[in-house]
Each structure stands twice: as C-alpha cells, then as structure tokens.
C-alpha cells in the first residue's frame, strides 16, 4: 500500500510563504504607476508652458535671480503644482489598492496597510518640512532634489513591507534626485523624469510580472 509522503521543508517553506504574504501590503498595481506617471508628466508641461511661459523665463535664470521674499508668483506656481500632482497621485494610489482589494474579496484597511502608510508618511512629511525651510531660505534650487530623494527614502522605508519593485523604485528615485542636487538648473527635467518617467516604467514592470 503506498502512502503519501511528507516534507516537512516543503511544508515549513509553505507555511513561511504564507505568513510573508499575510504580512506585506500586496495591493499596489500598475494602474497607481501609470496615473502618478502622467500627472507629473502632465504637471511639468503646466509648469513649463503656464508658470515658466514655455520657457520665456527660464527655470535656471530664475533660480538664480529669485531673491527676497519667496513668495513670488513662480515659487507658488511650483508649489500648487507639486501638491496637487502629490494629492493626486496619493490618492489614486489608495483608490486602485481599494479596487484591487475589492476585487480581490480582502480587506483594504489592515494591520499591513497601517504598517506602509506610517512608513511612507515619515520620510514624507519630513520631507515636506524640509522643503518649505528650503523655500523660507530662498533655496529654491534644491527643492527639487529634496522632493526626489526624500520620496525615494519613503519608498524605500515602505518596500519592506509591500513588493521588492517599490524598494527599486525608491533607489531610482535617491539617485535621480541627487543627481538633480548636482545639476540643479535642470531641476525640473529631474523632477519629470523621477516623478514621471520612473512611475511610468514601474507601471510597465508590474503589469508585466503580475497583471499581464
């Protein structure tokens, strides 16, 4: 009479598969790459073609000639755009992980997705912080490094706990960002290409290795 074998490697091994998934945020999809991709794709044209009038003032002469109060019409201009392609980019973020969760009968709110969210916001708001002291000092140059790589240590922070492709996509982030700190008069190409290119090649590699 046969009978079936047991591993228990095997079974040790399911049983660890199981508990690392149970414990990260596997919510993510291509769709919330795709849509933070061409918002700030889309921002950067409003800021090139609204607030810098397709290029009549030019993103480095302004950084070099902006001085006293920094409240001017361009670092406003900047600064909407910025907040608005971030709340729109968090909150499609959080609505495609709903969908997905949805659809996929879990639960959105859980202990895994308190877990993230705490770790992207602390690099953040840090971040955020860190940007308007920036701003306050007239070092406007810079502000598009700190965004990218303060974003990318979120991103890295959070890619414990959710899917490997979000902690490369943190270290694409940090490099382009100092590069951006390097060459500060094309901080906005940088920002473009860190905050638009990058989501859009994520987006690609996720729907490539888990949607196709």
Same mark, same amino acid.
């Given at each position: 009479?046969?009978?079936? /074998?047991? !591993?228990?490697?095997?079974?040790? $091994?399911?049983?660890?598969?199981?508990?690392?998934?149970?414990?990260? #945020?596997?919510?993510? !999809? &291509?769709?919330a790459?795709?849509?933070?991709?061409?918002c700030?794709?889309?921002?950067a044209?409003?800021?090139?073609?609204?607030?810098?009038?397709s +290029?009549?003032?030019?993103? @480095?002469?302004?950084?070099?000639?902006v001085?006293?109060?920094?409240?001017?019409?361009?670092?406003?201009?900047?600064?909407?755009?910025? =907040?608005i392609?971030?709340?729109?980019?968090?909150?499609?973020?959080?609505? #495609? /992980?709903?969908?997905?969760? $949805?659809?996929?009968? $879990?639960? #959105?709110?859980? &202990?895994?997705?308190?877990?993230v969210?705490?770790?992207l916001?602390i690099p953040?708001?840090?971040?955020?912080?860190?940007?308007?002291?920036?701003? &306050?000092?007239? $070092?406007? @140059?810079?502000?598009a490094?700190?965004?990218l790589? #303060?974003y +990318?240590l *979120? =991103?890295?922070n959070?890619?414990?706990?959710?899917?490997?492709?979000?902690h490369?996509l943190?270290?694409?982030?940090i490099?382009?960002?100092?590069? *951006?700190g390097?060459?500060? &008069?094309?901080?906005?190409?940088f920002? *473009? =290409?860190?905050f638009? =290119?990058l989501?859009?090649v994520?987006?690609?590699?996720?729907?490539?290795?888990?949607?196709r």
């Amino acid at each position: 009479m046969k009978t079936n /074998s047991v !591993n228990p490697k095997e079974d040790i $091994q399911a049983i660890r598969e199981i508990m690392e998934r149970s414990s990260k #945020f596997m919510l993510l !999809n &291509s769709w919330a790459g795709f849509f933070a991709g061409t918002c700030a794709l889309i921002g950067a044209a409003v800021v090139w073609f609204g607030v810098l009038e397709s +290029g009549a003032l030019h993103y @480095d002469e302004f950084l070099c000639t902006v001085g006293g109060s920094p409240l001017n019409s361009v670092t406003i201009g900047l600064g909407t755009v910025a =907040l608005i392609v971030l709340l729109l980019a968090g909150v499609a973020a959080i609505w #495609f /992980s709903y969908r997905k969760a $949805q659809k996929a009968g $879990q639960k #959105f709110w859980t &202990s895994s997705t308190k877990r993230v969210l705490a770790h992207l916001l602390i690099p953040i708001v840090s971040g955020g912080i860190f940007v308007l002291i920036l701003v &306050s000092r007239n $070092q406007i @140059d810079l502000v598009a490094s700190a965004m990218l790589i #303060f974003y +990318g240590l *979120a =991103l890295v922070n959070a890619g414990k706990f959710t899917s490997g492709e979000i902690h490369y996509l943190g270290m694409a982030e940090i490099a382009v960002g100092l590069l *951006a700190g390097v060459f500060a &008069s094309y901080g906005l190409v940088f920002w *473009a =290409l860190g905050f638009g =290119l990058l989501h859009l090649v994520y987006g690609v590699v996720m729907w490539m290795r888990y949607e196709r």
